[in-house]
């Protein structure tokens, strides 16, 4: 099992800056695929970003490229999301995730554990 809990959400004006953290617990870090996900009021969730075990393998959705980067720390069993140049249409509770296989994906089928979730708003 796996506990996932997301930190860093907040109010920031447009062309700000967030930093995401999720904190894993509960099985070796370390071999998990990780991914963010969002999930905007009346919208579906949709992905935003992946990142596989080792790090070696990431993808982003095409609206937040160029903008947002997601990186891991083995050590300290996190995954990051760092959003910069952030937009209104960026306001969303984001999700992280986690996929035992090891590789993250684009879809949120293959994720195991999801966390709880955490707001971002970002104010025009």
């Known amino acids: 099992q796996v506990q996932l809990v997301e930190s860093g959400g907040g109010l920031v004006q447009a062309g700000g800056s967030l930093r995401l953290s999720c904190a894993a617990s509960?099985?070796?870090?370390?071999?998990?695929?990780m991914g963010w996900f969002r999930q905007a009021p009346g919208k579906e969730r949709e992905f935003v970003a992946t990142i596989n075990w080792s790090g070696a393998n990431i993808d982003y959705a095409d609206s937040v490229k160029g903008r947002f980067t997601i990186s891991r720390d083995n050590i300290k069993n996190t995954v990051y999301l760092q959003m910069n140049s952030l937009k209104p249409e960026d306001t969303a509770v984001y999700y992280c995730?986690?996929?035992?296989?090891?590789?993250?994906?684009?879809?949120?089928?293959?994720?195991?554990?999801w966390g709880q979730g955490t707001q971002v708003t970002v104010s025009s």
């Open positions: 509960g099985r070796s870090f370390s071999s998990l695929g």
């Open positions: 995730a986690a996929d035992r296989r090891g590789y993250g994906s684009t879809r949120s089928n293959p994720y195991d554990h």
